[in-house]
């Protein structure tokens, strides 16, 4: 049944059943949902949140040598995933693999980046 029949429903049926609830009730319709599309005001607009930096999130700099080191010619033609575990072996840590993507993403370097 469509909210509009809902609503004729429930329009006829709260006379005869003496209440709205007994009306939505019989006409399977939640009490809810009822008093929701007949509500008389609209919500209050919410106001839109400042995005926060993360405070552990890389600096500017940080975030051009990671896309440098990826960006080597040593590194150029392997996954972020390859890099991030060759350097690991190495004993260097950079930044985590999701940063590595995250990093080429927002220069849109996360497909092919062979030249």
Known sequence: MAPVEHADAIGELTPITGSL??????????????????????AAARAPRQRRTQPRA???TERDGVRALLNSPGFVDKAPATVHHELLDEGTYVASVSTMCRVLHE???VGERRR
């Not at 319709?29 to 599309?37: G, I, K, L, T, V």
């Open 107 to 109: 220069h849109g370097e």
């Open 58 to 60: 890389l600096a500017p």
């Open 21 to 42: 609830r007994a009306a939505c009730r019989a006409a399977g319709w939640p009490q809810a949902n009822h008093y929701r599309r007949h509500r008389q005001t609209r």
